[in-house]
Each structure stands twice: as structure tokens, then as C-alpha cells.
């Protein structure tokens, strides 16, 4: 099924914001209805958490003495660069280009709050039989979906160039 034209990027950086945009107000509501390590049960599996993450994914470097905030800034404000690029040259890819847009804005979101809060914060906790996921938030969750939607769109494009006779090892 061929894919319709694709709205130019900049209405993706509109995903984007809208990902960053609640992803902020949801962490604002947080940390003004929570103590920081607050816990409210909400079902047998979800808690709502108030942490405060000085590192990255899983807590990276969260105790390394505070050089890590400014690390994970540079990192961001790169990578950040490295997906606007990449979003512009998505072409007529739409899920590739929603998929950018969900990283794109998942990262701005984490960014904001270590640029002003010096830490990520952090509420949703998934948990069973007395195992815990790390917290995590709006931003870290757009992120792993972009993701996931990025390697899917890689396997579907091999699958296409293989189809095509074109792909690893055909010549």
C-alpha cells in the first residue's frame, strides 16, 4: 500500500511538542501532588512515585557527584540535532517520521527538566510479584515507543529491499 504524501517536518515537531508538552504538565501535577519518594498504589501492578532521577536510563551514573547533569545535557542537545536532521530527510516515511517526533520529544521533555530541575523527575512504577520496574515518566515512555517504531521501520524497509532483490547479500 503506498503511504500518502507526508506533511512537511516541521508539523512533525509539532508531535514533538505536544509529547514534551504533556509530558512536562504530568510531571508538574506530580511533583506538585507528591513528596518527593512518595507512593500511591493505583492497582495491583501501577504505583505513582515521585523520583527524582540525577542520572539516565535506570539511574546511569546518578551518584557520579553531579558532572553527569552537564554529560547528559551535551548528549541530548546532539542527539536532539541528530533527530531534527534525520526528520527532515524522513521524506514520505510517516512512521519513521511519528517515530523521530516521539524521541524528538520524549528527549526535550527529560532536557527541560535537567536544564532547570538538575534531575528527571520520574512517577510511574509498574511492578509484580515484588519486582520493580525502574520509575519513569511521559518523556522516557515516547522515547521507548520512537524506538521500538524506529527498528520496526528498519525491518520493514530490509524486508521491502530483500523483496525488491536488493537487500544483504543479493547483488
Do not use: C
Amino acid at each position: 500500500m503506498p503511504e500518502r504524501p507526508h506533511a512537511p517536518w516541521p508539523r512533525w515537531l509539532a508531535l514533538s511538542a505536544a509529547v514534551a508538552a504533556a509530558d512536562l504538565a504530568t510531571k508538574a501535577w506530580i511533583s506538585a501532588a507528591f513528596a518527593a519518594g512518595e507512593v500511591h498504589v493505583v492497582t495491583p501492578f501501577l504505583n505513582l512515585v515521585l523520583w527524582h532521577n540525577a542520572g539516565a536510563a535506570f539511574s546511569f551514573l546518578a551518584g557520579a557527584g553531579g558532572w553527569q547533569r552537564w554529560f547528559f545535557i551535551g548528549v541530548t542537545v546532539a542527539v536532539a540535532a541528530v533527530l531534527v536532521a534525520m526528520l527532515r530527510k524522513s521524506g514520505g516515511n510517516r512512521l519513521l517520521a511519528a517515530a523521530l517526533s516521539l524521541v524528538l520529544g520524549g528527549a526535550a521533555g527529560n532536557l527541560w527538566d535537567r536544564v532547570t530541575l538538575g534531575h528527571v523527575v520520574d512517577f510511574i512504577q509498574l511492578h509484580a510479584a515484588g519486582y520493580y520496574w525502574p520509575a519513569f515518566n511521559v518523556a522516557d515512555s515516547a522515547i521507548t515507543v520512537g524506538v521500538v517504531l524506529i527498528l520496526w521501520d528498519g525491518l520493514r524497509e530490509a524486508r521491502a529491499a530483500r523483496g525488491a532483490g536488493t537487500g544483504p547479500g543479493i547483488r
